[in-house]
């Protein structure tokens, strides 16, 4: 079985840029999430997807950040514009539904640095 | 709101010795508890996990039972590898949304 997929693997920018990050899920997971790491943190949620709804964007910070989920399969996420401190991995992450049970699988992850 | 709170690393350990990394959380109500760990250049994989108090989760060797009376999960090994150099994170899934909440992580290091 595939593994969550994500591209590009790096991505350096300038300040002010934008950029766009793009997940797979594993097939038949209904649910998705992207994470962001900052260097030395745990990852925490930005948005999270069940199908093609959003279920929690609670700490999505939405006067720069949009994702999307189209179809209920493939996932982005934009940035626009970037700041520095969006510095970090992006994290995509995937499970079959929401229930606590349910174990999430993660892609390799994004490396974004803004300069 | 519910969080998760880690031993600071990085812990540096010889081969074959005892493996100790602490994790308590905060969360309202009954959460699930799980251990993930980051190998060097790999993506997150979870490593254990346990659902309900008294639950022990394993895999690997590393053991991890979930302590409601001490809101703790403790992950335990007792002997560690070199192979086992990696960034461990302790997290806490609350309610039914699925969202992960995780700690710090704390580096661990092995040497032959």
């Known amino acids: 079985e595939a593994g969550v997929a994500q591209s590009p693997r790096y991505k350096i920018i300038e300040k002010r840029q934008s950029v766009a990050f793009w997940c797979n899920p594993i097939s038949g997971h209904a649910t998705l999430y992207w994470y962001q790491q900052i260097l030395g943190q745990g990852p925490k949620l930005l948005i999270q997807f069940q199908n093609n709804g959003v279920v929690d964007d609670s700490q999505l910070p939405k006067d720069r950040f949009s994702a999307e989920r189209l179809k209920g399969v493939d996932s982005t996420l934009k940035i626009q514009p970037a700041k520095l401190e969006d510095s970090a991995v992006y994290l995509c992450a995937s499970s079959r539904g929401l229930a606590e049970q349910e174990t999430q699988y993660f892609g390799p992850g994004t490396r974004l640095l803004v300069l | 709101g519910d969080s998760v709170t880690q031993m600071e690393g990085p812990v540096t350990l010889s081969e074959e010795a005892f493996l100790t990394i602490n994790c308590t959380y905060t969360a309202t109500g009954y959460p699930s508890l799980f251990w993930y760990v980051q190998y060097p250049g790999e993506g997150l994989q979870l490593l254990l996990k346990a659902t309900k108090a008294d639950d022990k989760g394993s895999n690997k060797g590393f053991e991890a039972t979930y302590r409601k009376e001490t809101t703790s999960f403790h992950l335990e090994k007792g002997s560690v590898q070199v192979s086992d150099s990696a960034v461990y994170f302790c997290?806490?899934?609350?309610?039914?949304?699925?969202?992960?909440?995780f700690g710090q992580g704390t580096t661990l290091q092995v040497k032959p």
């Open positions: 997290a806490l899934i609350s309610g039914n949304t699925g969202k992960l909440i």
